[in-house]
């Protein structure tokens, strides 16, 4: 898809884009960038939430919707993964973690969203800027992200893989 995208389609400007992703994680949120892997899509909140197509099988052991990647199984693997999308006026930077069961890869019911605005759409320099909002979404039956509140601490808890549940404990502050 990094070729088709409308504004990360261009190779140098995504380059420069994933750079400046890498940057701003390392910076604040203080991630081990050894093995981050970066994907390039739409990220449709509301809608079908990740750059690839897939299939939603919820609910198949303990009560967590989870959406299995097709066709992709070669390009991800377990870990945590980065999702980018760019608009005209923002970046959104999706943090999930992608687990394996006896059925395959999957996403890990919670995802971490960084939403960060830009003042004209060539913007790289908002990177620099403390200006970010941080959301959180779970997963749900049918491959849509549902936006969770940080007041539902506990269903967070209970919903999301650890890693996941650590970048959100440790950054707390940034969430508020």
Do not use: Q, W
Not at 40 to 49: E, V
Not at 70 to 90: A, N, T
């Amino acid at each position: 898809m990094n070729g088709e995208h409308p504004y990360l389609g261009e190779a140098n400007h995504r380059l420069l884009v994933i750079d400046s992703v890498k940057n701003f994680l390392k910076k604040n949120l203080n991630m081990n960038l050894d093995s981050l892997r970066i994907k390039i899509g739409h990220l449709f909140f509301g809608k079908r939430a990740f750059p690839f197509a897939g299939r939603d099988i919820g609910f198949v052991y303990d009560g967590r919707a989870k959406y299995y990647p097709v066709d992709e199984e070669l390009s991800i693997d377990s870990g945590i993964i980065i999702l980018i999308d760019e608009v005209g006026s923002r970046f959104d930077i999706g943090i999930s973690e992608i687990a394996r069961d006896d059925l395959g890869l999957y996403f890990e019911n919670v995802l971490i969203n960084i939403r960060i605005m830009k003042d004209f759409p060539d913007d790289i320099s908002c990177f620099d800027s403390n200006e970010f909002f941080f959301e959180i979404y779970s997963i749900n039956n049918y491959g849509t992200l549902v936006n969770i509140g940080l007041h539902n601490l506990e269903d967070i808890r209970k919903l999301s893989s650890e890693l996941i549940f650590n970048i959100i404990l440790f950054n707390l502050e940034r969430f508020s």
